[in-house]
């Protein structure tokens, strides 16, 4: 009987050979599985406790420290915690105002201010409104700071420097990274290298007093040489990943914003922040200082971050004008004065006090450290075995020696002789310990992330967690703005509809220019400079700002002049839920109006009058309103944004004072229209083809956009998210109110074939999101807006804009794309693939070595009391295997074969099908040759008439020769374990061929210069063509091997069954 519940044809992708792309039968309950985000604590420290682990200390670098994450959640609560207090304290000073105040102390000039630090920082942190009040409010602190309210600082370096000087810098000290020899000792905590390291000692020992110093040092010496090279090595690659983490941090903390300086709005780092800046605030920006408001409409803070409450707080520039640094915009729009800067603010005290460690385990990481412990369990029991058999073979006399005869003759072997070889043999099983417990499987998971957000800065995407780099290469949806990510971003007016009729700015009548001149200059959050020795006029604001503003200058405007000759009584900033914005201003003349600007058709339905081509008000007939309707989405189908301009007037007397002025609902009714703008937005070149290569890759692209349904219907059809006219139907093409009014199960019924939304809220895409997750899709969502963040929040991959994105939607975020272009977004996708595969590639070449290796020893073992491979020589190989092979593999860059494949499944199997396969072959083959050289080496190579001892050796030389060059030809079969050119773009990656050919030459170095070393003895020519022989065998076998079918049913999913139908059967269940 079939599944009544069918996979929806974007999500699951079953039966790819090539990518293993089958869910695997794993459950939310493993011990080694964490969600990709919000993991609980004890999720989190089930994994660590069930984790075989030989070195703490290393393993769990990179994983998120609980106890530093709870020492930084008590100092949190401290800093609220007086945050609290002093605002308390504030109330209580408020109510004790009445009973008279206390005098305070005039300003203490600085420098060439009139006002000193200590005092700044005084009012700011005790929110003393009398002392502002005395010092003359935010006007008189500017002129004690020496800024303009309206033009800010001059800007120059010299006053720049003059004010860092005196008032300090807008930075913290933070807590100094690891040094190199932190990682060092780190890396000596492992305890098999520990144990070696006392074994090489103790062999030491013995050999000099057995052997005499000359030719007794070898044995120790070179484990103990081997080991420390192991350590460094290893120290050296763990450094350096910590210092890309680092230049990484900095550039998530380098916050840009504008500030005003010299009559100019300026983009700076947070960093370059100074004392008596000007700064514009905007829904969803953060404080990025502690400062005084200067003008404020509707301005609300989320202050959340300082006092851990999610209250939002208005604010006033007569009863509460200080704020906080590091405080969000919730509402509104405001101008503040920077009064404190660095630590000289709460939140700068705060980021100071705590480690800025952003550690976190990755769900890849944590699966990896499952794969890391079921190998180590079976390594130990392995190199256990190994250490009974020699141990029990010497004792009984089985073992031989050079000469033949037995090593071990009870009563007449000296002790010290018995100590030397049991410390060989205890060597021997350590170092099978060492390369069969891959320490560094978990952390080449990081070393592949390291090197990923590298590579993704340069491609414009800057990750703020890690673990959103592996989910992107499982996204099956990606659910995408239109307006700077689809589109440019670069918006001019082009059409107008004004005077009842089309038009062009030359023709309006004076009535409709000078009204839409006040509704431009007025309700708006951008602004024009006018540079003093002439030149083009530098606009400030969003696109659509400084498109509209660009389209007043046309009508004739003056940016100042206009502002001056009306003043704001109140403005109620543009809502993407509302569509609209409004601001009421009061003429020089006392007459008060209301000027509306929004969403056209939102704004026309208000609308119950026009002003006609004569400059007349007529009313708006149904003629007329259908006339207008018609030119919205005339304009909307050529991808025009349509924004309305609407007005009214209003009673002066009516108008509220005080504190209802604040909460004042601005009337909306009864509008007067006076144009309609069609606003061009051009498509990105080449986000056809990207939209066109998710598609391919089994993910598909959603538009979700505020914009009109027509003007979204035309850009999804040049952008290829709809194919075709016939596409754009119910339900691909839908609003978002209609969306909104299905139920729960409605919106699930029909969410997974909606590929554009327009006029949606921030509601809307956050109730798509959840219903996309619902029907099992993992979910990538951009967003820019500060009411963006709950979806970003609850996407399984959150991609806020650089440019056009709030901080609110920044820290929301997963991904920030700093160039906002959907084509980042694409690269994205192709990096997360790349870790996944990346990290299978590094674990087929690990598992070959390490079946390879414990074989081809506990076989030797068994049958001659002897290993071929010596604790050197395995440390080697382990060393091959671990750092330099995770960097070869780990740091492979993506391909556009990875996106020919369908989504990585969060559950599929580390080890595909295919893995095994290839894996199992060369393991075999090696295996096969390697234990054949071992028994019949001497025969083979026509070594019966040399000296048995050397003899041997040279066996074993050509054993472990062949063995380091069969992993070097092999780490090719593994950068391809899908494609039969194993060979492509190996050129182009310089990592991999340096670290080839570094192996290489340390491997001829070691066979013919490091003898006694190594164990070695020097190898002719014809030997060495023997072993090159035996290790490119591996590339033909491994061609031959990709013509081989595999199951489509992963091979752990057969296991997880029979273990499933083992546990019924012992409990009665099981039938046949």
């Not at 520990?194 to 030719?215: D, F, H, N, P, R």
């Not at 400084?546 to 704001?568: H, P």
């Not at 006219?725 to 209609?738: Q, Y």
């Amino acid at each position: 009987m079939s599944s009544p519940f069918k996979p929806s044809p974007g999500r699951r992708h079953g039966g790819d050979l090539e990518s293993g792309r089958i869910e695997n039968a794993d459950s939310d309950s493993d011990t080694f599985s964490i969600p990709a985000k919000n993991a609980s604590v004890e999720r989190l420290q089930q994994w660590r406790k069930a984790a075989l682990v030989l070195n703490a200390s290393r393993r769990f670098r990179y994983t998120l420290d609980l106890k530093k994450e709870q020492e930084a959640q008590e100092m949190r609560k401290k800093i609220r915690t007086h945050a609290h207090a002093l605002l308390a304290a504030n109330r209580f000073i408020d109510m004790g105002r009445d009973q008279g105040e206390k005098p305070i102390a005039s300003a203490t000039p600085a420098g060439d201010f009139g006002i000193g630090p200590e005092q700044l920082v005084l009012m700011s942190k005790d929110h003393n409104i009398g002392s502002l009040q005395q010092y003359g409010g935010a006007q008189g602190l500017a002129d004690l700071l020496k800024t303009n309210t309206e033009k800010g600082i001059s800007g120059d370096d010299e006053d720049l420097l003059n004010r860092k000087n005196i008032y300090g810098s807008n930075t913290y000290p933070r807590k100094k990274g690891k040094g190199f020899l932190r990682f060092l000792w780190d890396a000596c905590h492992d305890l098999t290298l520990i144990i070696l390291m006392v074994a090489a000692v103790a062999s030491l020992a013995l050999g000099i007093k057995t052997e005499g110093i000359k030719e007794g040092w070898y044995d120790g010496g070179s484990i103990a040489f081997a080991v420390i090279l192991v350590i460094v090595v290893t120290a050296v690659s763990d450094y350096k990943q910590s210092l890309q983490f680092q230049n990484l941090n900095d550039e998530k903390r380098n916050i840009h914003l504008e500030v005003i300086r010299g009559g100019r709005r300026v983009e700076v780092s947070i960093y370059d922040l100074v004392v008596g800046d000007v700064i514009p605030l905007n829904i969803g920006n953060q404080v990025p200082a502690d400062g005084v408001l200067i003008a404020g409409h509707s301005l609300a803070l989320d202050e959340s971050s300082m006092t851990g409450e999610s209250k939002i707080v208005n604010k006033d520039a007569n009863k509460d004008p200080f704020l906080m640094s590091g405080c969000k915009v919730a509402d509104g729009n405001g101008v503040m004065l920077v009064t404190g800067v660095g630590v000289n603010t709460e939140w700068g005290l705060l980021m100071a006090s705590i480690s800025e460690d952003n550690d976190e385990e990755t769900p890849l990481q944590v699966r990896l450290n499952g794969v890391a412990t079921f190998i180590g369990s079976i390594g130990l029991f392995v190199a256990a075995c190994v250490l009974v058999i020699l141990l029990v073979r010497y004792f009984t006399g089985h073992t031989e020696d050079v000469g033949g005869g037995p090593q071990f003759v009870k009563g007449k072997t000296k002790i010290g002789h018995v100590v030397d070889d049991v410390i060989k043999v205890v060597t021997v099983a350590v170092t099978i310990v060492v390369v069969a417990v891959p320490e560094g499987l978990p952390l080449a998971v990081t070393l592949t992330l390291a090197y990923s957000m590298r590579k993704m800065m340069a491609d414009k995407a800057l990750v703020r967690r890690l673990s959103a780099c592996e989910t992107m290469g499982s996204a099956t949806t990606i659910c995408s703005d239109k307006t700077g990510t689809l589109t440019l971003n670069q918006m001019t007016v082009v059409e107008s509809y004004a005077g009842g009729k089309k038009t062009d700015s030359q023709q309006l009548p004076a009535t409709i220019t000078s009204l839409c001149v006040e509704g431009i200059a007025q309700n708006t959050t951008g602004s024009i400079y006018v540079p003093e020795g002439g030149g083009d006029l530098e606009f400030s604001g969003s696109p659509t700002e400084k498109a509209i503003l660009g389209w007043g200058v046309k009508l004739g405007m003056n940016f100042e002049t206009a502002r001056s000759q009306s003043s704001i009584l109140h403005a109620f900033p543009f809502s993407s839920e509302k569509k609209r914005g409004g601001v009421a201003v009061k003429t020089a003349d006392g007459e008060v109006r209301i000027h509306w600007k929004g969403a056209s058709e939102i704004v026309l339905a208000c609308c119950r009058s026009y002003i006609d081509e004569d400059g007349n008000v007529a009313p708006m007939t149904e003629e007329k309103e259908q006339y207008f309707k018609n030119g919205i989405e005339e304009m909307a189908g050529r991808t025009l944004r349509c924004v309305a301009l609407a007005f009214r007037t209003y009673e002066p007397e009516k108008v509220p004072t005080g504190e209802e002025l604040s909460n004042w609902v601005l009337p909306e009714d009864g509008l007067i229209l006076l144009a309609i703008v069609g606003i061009k937005d051009p498509c990105r070149p080449g986000v056809r083809d990207s939209v066109q290569l998710c598609q391919n890759a089994g993910v598909k692209v959603r538009m979700v956009t505020g914009d009109n349904v027509q003007t979204a219907r035309a850009i999804a059809l040049e952008c290829g998210i709809l194919t075709s006219d016939a596409d754009a139907l119910e339900p691909n093409l839908i609003e978002g109110k209609s969306f909104r009014a299905l139920t729960d199960a409605g919106r699930d019924k029909i969410s997974e074939r909606i590929s554009v939304m327009g006029r949606s809220s921030p509601n809307d895409k956050l109730l798509l999101v959840q219903s996309l997750r619902r029907r099992g899709h993992v979910v990538a969502v951009t967003g820019d807006g500060t009411n963006d963040a709950p979806a970003l929040h609850e996407a399984d991959i959150g991609l806020a804009m650089g440019i056009a994105g709030t901080e609110v939607a920044k820290e929301s975020s997963d991904i920030i794309i700093l160039d906002d272009n959907f084509a980042s977004v694409v690269k994205v996708v192709r990096w997360g693939r790349s870790v996944y595969a990346n990290i299978q590639k590094f674990i087929q070449f690990q598992l070959t070595v390490n079946v390879a290796a414990l074989i081809i020893n506990v076989v030797a073992a068994i049958s001659s009391g002897d290993v071929p491979l010596t604790a050197v020589q395995l440390l080697w190989v382990n060393l091959i295997m671990d750092t330099l092979g995770a960097l070869a593999l780990a740091t492979e860059p993506p391909t556009d074969h990875l996106m020919g494949r369908p989504p990585v499944g969060r559950k599929e199997p580390l080890i595909t099908n295919i893995m095994w396969r290839n894996l199992l072959i060369q393991a075999i083959y090696q295996v096969s040759v390697l234990l054949v050289l071992n028994f019949r080496g001497i025969s083979i190579l026509g070594l019966q008439h040399e000296v048995p001892a050397h003899a041997t050796r040279v066996k074993n030389t050509i054993i472990f020769n062949a063995f380091v060059l069969c992993q070097a030809f092999n780490e090719f079969n593994a950068r391809k374990p899908d494609e039969k050119n194993i060979f492509k773009g190996v050129i182009k990656n310089r990592l991999f061929m340096g670290i080839l050919v570094i192996t290489l030459v340390l491997q001829v170095i070691i066979v013919e210069f490091l003898g006694k070393f190594a164990s070695t003895t020097k190898l002719n020519w014809k030997q060495w063509l023997i072993c090159v022989a035996i290790g490119v065998i591996s590339w033909p076998l491994a061609l031959v091997g990709k013509f081989i079918p595999v199951p489509k049913t992963p091979l752990s999913s057969k296991l997880s069954v029979l273990k499933f139908w083992g546990k019924r059967k012992s409990s009665g269940e099981g039938s046949l």
